[in-house]
């Protein structure tokens, strides 16, 4: 069982950035593919990012060149850069895990518990 665990959500004035992480407890944590998604007050969850186990990412078309998805294999850690943030991207934000994924699929087995991003003035 992987155990997913993100911080550094918060209040943020637009046009701010936060960077989000999430710990992963895995021992194997360089085995899995990585994503974030997000979830908007009365939306659907959305699929935000992906990191791979071998390390290409992909990143949602609407949120490129805001938003970067990285990851620190020796931390077992993986990062969400946020910049020029704007109320529509006030959330909560998941990571997730699948073992040896595929980068572009929205499926995957283990869930975080979710960090709060709030975005006004």
């Known amino acids: 069982q992987v155990q997913l665990v993100e911080s550094g959500g918060g209040l943020v004035q637009p046009g701010g950035s936060l960077r989000l992480s999430c710990a992963a407890s895995e021992r194997t944590f360089s085995d899995y593919t990585m994503g974030w998604f997000r979830r908007a007050p009365g939306k659907e969850r959305e699929f935000v990012a992906a990191?791979?186990?071998?390390?290409?990412?992909y990143t949602v078309d609407s949120l490129k060149g805001r938003f970067t998805i990285s990851r620190d294999n020796a931390k077992k850690t993986i990062y969400l850069q946020m910049n020029s943030l704007t109320p529509e991207d006030m959330a909560v934000y998941y990571c997730?895990?699948?073992?040896?994924?595929?980068?572009?699929?929205?499926?995957?087995?283990?869930w975080g518990q979710g960090t709060q991003v709030t975005v006004s003035s």
């Open positions: 990191i791979s186990w071998r390390g290409t990412t």
């Open positions: 997730a895990a699948n073992y040896r994924g595929n980068l572009y699929q929205t499926t995957y087995d283990y």
